[in-house]
């Protein structure tokens, strides 16, 4: 009785300790930014998608950015609140013109939003897979100067 209680406690552990590590990995870019609308909501709204368009501006090449300025726009900012772990407000106050005016710190989950810049084949900096990344099984996909060293050489 009291080995199948240990064995049970330690199978509890490890699943503990193991779900944890992956929250852990996860890579998270904190931002202070700040955003306005003519409602509360609005605002909140605007400042989240600052917040994911300043963390892409980080890691898309500005050349890419702009040939995927469309596509970006309508997949990824649209989208905004899925890549944010949190958006604590800072500060909140109506202007004299009745626009709220909202200062916040935003997390951003890059790994999301690394993949999902993968997908739409945009070019980004550098970057290393993280855990929630989706890696599609395309080596050098994201490489777009040179020779693939994962491709052989055509015969000639």
Partial sequence: MVRKRFIGICTCTAIIFLTGLSAIAETVDTLVVKGSGYTRESAIAYTGETAVTRA??????????????????????????????????IKSYVDNDGV???????????????????????????????????????????????RDRFKEDPLP
């Avoid at 469309?70 to 990824?76: A, N």
């Avoid at 993949?115 to 084949?121: A, D």
């Fill in 56 to 89: 892409i501006e980080r890691y898309v090449r500005p050349a890419a950015l702009e040939s995927n300025r469309d596509q970006i726009r309508y997949r990824i900012l649209d989208e905004s609140s899925g890549y944010l772990k949190s958006l604590k407000i």
């Fill in 100 to 146: 709220h005016q909202i200062t916040a710190e935003a997390q951003v989950s890059i790994d999301r939003l690394l993949t999902s810049l993968r997908n739409l084949n945009v070019e980004v900096k550098m970057w290393a897979p993280g855990p929630d990344q989706a890696i599609e099984g395309r080596r050098g996909a994201g490489r777009r100067t040179g």
